[in-house]
């Protein structure tokens, strides 16, 4: 019994962290490791720098990252029209 409640305290608690590893960032968002990583390299991404070669992620700030890169369906080009629009 008491392995049963640790386990769900421990998952409780990874659901509530407020700092995230590159690879927990990887799982919430569905990119790849790498690809957080990289972000991280070019500033495209929110981190806070533990040291020099150690940085995580607030929650809280990759949330509203992902909400600022959605992009609403209405008047939008569409990718096969190569960026040009068809009055040209």
Request: hydrophobic share 40%.
């Amino acid at each position: 019994m008491a392995g049963t409640a640790e386990a769900s305290e421990e998952e409780t608690m990874s659901d509530e962290k407020i700092l995230l590893t590159a690879v927990e960032v990887a799982r919430l968002t569905g990119f790849a490791e790498g690809t957080i990583r990289h972000f991280v390299s070019q500033r495209r991404i929110p981190f806070v720098r533990i040291s020099a070669r150690c940085v995580r992620f607030r929650r809280s700030d990759i949330e509203s990252w992902l909400e600022n890169l959605l992009v609403l369906s209405g008047g939008i080009s569409s990718c096969k029209a190569g960026g040009k629009s068809k009055a040209a």
